[in-house]
């Protein structure tokens, strides 16, 4: 079995969608602009909030809804009162996956290492994580903060894995994205791909994910 156990946050540890999607929108609609589907927001995540934010105007661009918008200027307007709202944002009643903190408890009373390495601001995955599952639960937490590329820059996790004294051998990487795998094969690293979260099975076997697993409790059997 693996030693130390690292997760991406959104779509695999936390079903966060609905709540992305409410402070985009309220943004958008603040700026005049009309709402994103919140269908659409399983395949606008995964790369951080400066790559939403990117994808959302190009939607709005595409529906000609920003004529004469001198996106140079606007889109870091839009992104500075995203992250403002998002860091606000009351997430107390967000909750894990079904079967997540059983899983992850497993590993724990086994000793196992858990990190969580995540491309959302580092304000709310903080707060996000002590409110699911308690204080220093995580050994190592590595989010978006201005000092990390995001991923699949290997940045975060490699830190991750230093930090541990573990070799890479040691490590399986969980994810539902392609970003996820993209960033384990930059790390090489062991990917997991999970396909509970926000996008399918094909984009996880196409990224060449080394596992996929549909179930969290599947988690202890790496």
Request: charged fraction near 30%; hydrophobic fraction near 35%; charge should be negative.
């Amino acid at each position: 079995m693996s030693k130390l156990y690292v997760f991406d946050l959104d779509g695999t540890l936390i079903d966060s969608c609905a709540s992305i999607a409410s402070g985009m929108n309220t943004v958008l609609s603040k700026n005049g602009l009309r709402e994103i589907e919140g269908e659409l927001f399983n395949f606008l995540l995964g790369d951080g909030p400066e790559v939403l934010m990117t994808r959302v105007l190009d939607i709005e661009e595409r529906e000609g809804l920003l004529k004469g918008v001198d996106r140079e200027n606007f889109e870091p307007k839009i992104l500075k009162e995203y992250l403002d709202f998002y860091a606000k944002m009351d997430d107390s009643d967000m909750k894990a996956y079904p079967h997540i903190k059983e899983s992850l408890g497993q590993l724990r009373d086994k000793g196992k290492l858990l990190a969580v390495c995540t491309n959302k601001p580092e304000i709310p995955t903080k707060r996000i994580l002590k409110n699911i599952f308690g204080e220093d639960y995580f050994f190592s937490i590595k989010s978006f903060n201005g000092t990390y590329p995001r991923k699949p820059d290997p940045t975060m996790l490699n830190e991750i894995i230093a930090e541990s004294g573990l070799t890479k051998d040691d490590i399986a990487y969980f994810g539902d994205t392609n970003t996820d795998i993209q960033t384990c094969v930059n790390a090489g690293v062991k990917s997991v791909g999970v396909t509970w979260g926000f996008r399918d099975r094909k984009e996880l076997e196409e990224a060449g994910a080394d596992y996929i697993i549909d179930d969290p409790r599947q988690i202890i059997d790496f």
